[in-house]
């Protein structure tokens, strides 16, 4: 059975098809040079060519500054190319499981938000995710719509790499002390979303983090000691004092209430999947 991962050049991406072979699927991972999901004719040659079973969409606008004032180029990636494969999976007889975000939620809760609390985003990025995931299930109502949060990995630009080269530039960092949520390991992120794809029970809209919560921070507290450097250099700042042209959530923490409906405990807590990523010589993360 050949699974198809679309934006497989990307953190997330990669991890995926890793995954998937790992357990013995039969992959085709291309990257946005070998299939644009925007352009259907490309996903059209795809299908026949590959006849996939299981597609995993890993492809995305992410540059969340950049979708502001790119609002329309952004929809196009986040949400007409998901509707494109959609199609195509619908035409073709095939399981899509599709990647979407927290920042479909306005940020201003307490608690967290569950699967079926109404979506509302305050920016561009979530909003042209937020159409992805109404015109996957628009279309597709067996598909899988894949939330998740503070994505970092060996692959690509994210937080927990930038905290390593400031590291090794800077005496102190600063950083944002007021947004709450949840740091997830791609590595761990990929083997909850081939578990989906392998289960046919598993439509409708699923939250995958890491367990537990904090602030970016804290966060950024935690790399530090796992990589041997003085946690103390890093010192709190406030959103507005940090400048950024986008406001994001202040509070982006998933309750993760469906898992156990497919028999599937909640992924491990952050600070533990940290810790493997320190450990794990292939993610070149975090390592003294």
């Given at each position: 059975?050949?699974?198809?991962?679309?934006?497989?050049?990307?953190?997330?991406g990669?991890?995926?098809?890793?995954?998937?072979?790992?357990?013995?699927?039969?992959?085709?991972?291309?990257?946005?040079?070998?299939?644009?999901?925007?352009?259907?004719?490309?996903?059209?040659?795809?299908?026949?060519?590959?006849?996939?079973?299981?597609?995993?969409?890993?492809?995305?606008?992410?540059?969340?500054?950049?979708?502001?004032?790119?609002?329309?180029?952004?929809?196009?990636?986040?949400?007409?190319?998901?509707?494109?494969l959609?199609?195509?999976?619908?035409?073709?007889?095939?399981?899509?499981?599709?990647?979407?975000?927290?920042?479909?939620?306005?940020?201003?809760?307490?608690?967290?938000?569950?699967?079926?609390?109404?979506a509302?985003?305050?920016?561009?990025?979530?909003?042209?995710?937020l159409?992805?995931?109404?015109?996957?299930?628009?279309?597709?109502?067996?598909?899988?719509?894949?939330?998740?949060?503070?994505?970092?990995?060996a692959?690509?630009?994210?937080?927990?790499?930038?905290?390593?080269?400031?590291?090794?530039?800077?005496?102190?960092?600063?950083?944002?002390?007021?947004?709450?949520?949840?740091?997830?390991?791609a590595?761990?992120?990929?083997?909850r979303?081939?578990?989906?794809?392998d289960?046919?029970?598993?439509?409708?809209?699923?939250?995958?983090?890491?367990?537990?919560?904090?602030?970016?921070?804290?966060?950024?507290?935690?790399?530090?000691?796992?990589?041997?450097?003085?946690?103390?250099?890093?010192?709190?700042?406030?959103?507005?004092?940090?400048?950024?042209?986008?406001?994001?959530?202040?509070?982006?923490?998933?309750?993760?209430?469906?898992?156990?409906?497919?028999g599937?405990?909640?992924?491990?807590?952050?600070?533990d999947?940290?810790?493997?990523?320190?450990?794990?010589?292939?993610?070149?993360?975090?390592?003294r």
């Open positions: 059975m050949v699974w198809l991962v679309t934006g497989a050049n990307g953190m997330l990669h991890e995926v098809a890793a995954r998937a072979r790992e357990r013995g699927h039969d992959v085709a991972a291309l990257g946005h040079r070998d299939l644009d999901i925007c352009r259907p004719d490309r996903i059209d040659a795809a299908f026949r060519a590959l006849a996939p079973k299981v597609v995993v969409n890993c492809a995305a606008w992410t540059a969340v500054d950049a979708a502001e004032d790119h609002e329309p180029e952004a929809h196009r990636v986040n949400a007409d190319g998901p509707r494109f959609a199609a195509a999976c619908a035409l073709h007889g095939a399981r899509l499981v599709h990647i979407s975000t927290d920042y479909v939620f306005p940020g201003d809760a307490t608690v967290p938000y569950r699967e079926d609390h109404p509302g985003s305050r920016t561009a990025y979530g909003r042209t995710k159409a992805g995931e109404e015109a996957v299930l628009g279309l597709l109502p067996s598909a899988a719509i894949v939330r998740t949060a503070w994505l970092y990995g692959h690509g630009s994210n937080f927990v790499r930038t905290m390593l080269r400031l590291m090794a530039e800077r005496e102190t960092v600063d950083v944002v002390d007021d947004q709450r949520g949840q740091p997830t390991w590595a761990d992120l990929a083997d979303l081939v578990t989906i794809g289960l046919g029970s598993a439509t409708g809209t699923f939250h995958a983090t890491n367990s537990g919560d904090t602030t970016w921070f804290e966060f950024a507290r935690e790399i530090f000691r796992l990589a041997g450097a003085d946690p103390d250099r890093v010192r709190p700042t406030t959103s507005a004092a940090f400048g950024s042209p986008v406001e994001r959530p202040a509070f982006s923490v998933l309750d993760d209430t469906r898992s156990p409906e497919l599937l405990e909640p992924l491990r807590p952050w600070r999947a940290l810790r493997a990523a320190q450990r794990d010589p292939s993610s070149r993360l975090v390592r």
